[in-house]
């Protein structure tokens, strides 16, 4: 096989690497990139990657110093000098023994995405759509959100010199994602329904308007998201860990995950491949639904959690994800908001910091150490997708609750500015 190209995974059918359609002309399925087999492989193949990990170096340095770019083999070997890169990736994996005690897992690592640029893992898709953008001439870029991918989106359009345009579902957007959005300049709407309205939305003005689209349907967001897999493989020295767990919405990284793990293995940078957990919040969890049938038939719901990155009910990259749960002999689990809400507290609480959909990842590991099916003493990596401000609510809301009060709640105190009164609450509190 030669080059780059785009194939349909429904239905076969191949497309140019520079052709703009995001979905697949002859069945309307969903668009994967195909690349050609690197020239060197294996152990010179990370040789090369791991090269490529320069320190900072100063003003200006782009591409070269992105988490994402560094994989330029696995994720557009063609894009040249036309990057439109913060730069981002290059995030921490993180062993915290707090966060060990709390699951049962002595060896979980969590890699944070949040430390992206725009505060989550959506940058490292971005950053390649967005390039790929601008090489196909694209005028005005849109997508459909929960928040962050507008907000990454806003980001990339202004970096690239685009205007941007993001819908997303009235009231259910956190604070933080909604005040980068509009601050980086993209014009926003505020839509009357949920978050699987909006992307039915953004596709028909995709092809009424001639917008180029960059949700996560978009293959070449799939690219950049694998690179969260790359990177974390490349810090452990390409020792793969047992399980990836990740959280669960519209399935695009899911999709991606498996697609990385697919080529890692197929050009030797890892020879075990991990398995992967995709966790859902119970309320909206029609992929764990699918998957308890032997994923026999799709699953629609109408989506109602507190984890409102992963509020979906109609997840856009269902085939593909099957395909990323069955090929790694993967599981799709599910924890309630209360579970969310815990390992978010004590994710917080251990000097991480992650937003509520990030922390189901931290749940789900848990629960699948108490369901038997991760061992306790396997080498887990938790992806934590976003960052701990994206959502202040969800924290003030946890902290303040009294009836019941949660299990790790920090309340402040109001206090007036004597000695007296602070003494009096430090003693009381201690008491407590
Ligand atoms: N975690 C966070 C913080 C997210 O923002 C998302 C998705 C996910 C997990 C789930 O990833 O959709 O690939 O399964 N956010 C999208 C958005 C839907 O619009 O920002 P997924």
Redesign the pocket.
Known sequence: MSGTRQRCATCGHELAETDAQVRCPACQGLLEILHARPAVTGAALRARFDGRRVPPRGAGGGAQESGVWRFLEAVLPTAASEIVSYPEGNTPLLERPTLGRWTGLPRLLLKHE?LNPTG???DRGMTVAVTQARRVGARALA??????????LAAYASLAGLPALVIVPQGQVALG?LTQTIAYGARTLLVRGN?DACLDLAEQARERLELYLL??INPFRIEG?KTIVFELLQQLDWAAPDWIV???????????FGKALAEARDWGLIADTPRLA?VQAAGAAPFAASFQEGFARRHRVEPRTV?S??N?GN?A?YER?VRAIRETNGVVTTVTDEEILEAKAVVDGAGVGC?P??A?SVAGARRLLRDGVIGREQRVVAVL??HLL?DPESVTRYHQQTDPRPPHANPPVEIGPTLGELERELRSRDAR
């Open positions: 949040g989550s893992f959506k997508c459909a959100s929960t928040g962050n991918t507008g907000a990454s994602k978050f949700n996560s998201q990740l959280p669960a919405g519209n399935l695009g990284n899911t999709a991606a995709a984890a990155a992963i979906i997840p990259s994800a937003e959909a990030s189901a997708t976003g994206k």
